[in-house]
Nanobody
Framework: QVQLAESGGGLVQTGGSLRLSCAAS????????MGWFRQAPGKEREFVAA????????YYEESVKGRFTISRDNAKNTVYLQMNSLKLEDTAVYFC???????????????????WGQGTQVTVSS
């Protein structure tokens, strides 16, 4: 069965950096768009970033552009989210997700993602 396992979350001060990883198994990884979403307490889950199956196309939510970078290593079945210049409002549980879209399509709509990880907590403190 498909499994997505996030890691790399933690506590960091404002302005700091974290790198999240999501290891996937049980799927043809390069055929899946991989996305990162987050959910803060009391808020709806929101899109953060996505990368196409080939890694050639990416898409970011406006508030993280220039600070976050999504990438993937198809040889390792892993997707990453490098988060720099972290802000208090980045505090959330971060989820990775996989959507079967082929190699070049990148999507932000959560309903298209069929597989989800359990999430990893990111807490930014002042």
């Amino acid at each position: 069965q498909v499994q997505l396992a996030e890691s790399g979350g933690g506590l960091v001060q404002t302005g700091g950096s974290l790198r999240l990883s999501c290891a996937a198994s049980g799927l043809t990884f390069s055929s899946y768009c991989m996305g990162w979403f987050r959910q803060a307490p009391g808020k709806e889950r929101e899109f953060v970033a996505a990368v196409s199956g080939s890694g050639g196309n990416t898409y970011y939510e406006e508030s993280v552009k220039g600070r976050f970078t999504i990438s993937r290593d198809n040889a390792k079945n892993t997707v990453y989210l490098q988060m720099n210049s972290l802000k208090l409002e980045d505090t959330a549980v971060y989820f990775c997700a996989a959507g079967f879209t082929g190699s070049s399509v990148v999507i932000r709509t959560s309903s298209v993602y069929g597989y989800w990880g359990q999430g990893t907590q990111v807490t930014v403190s002042s």
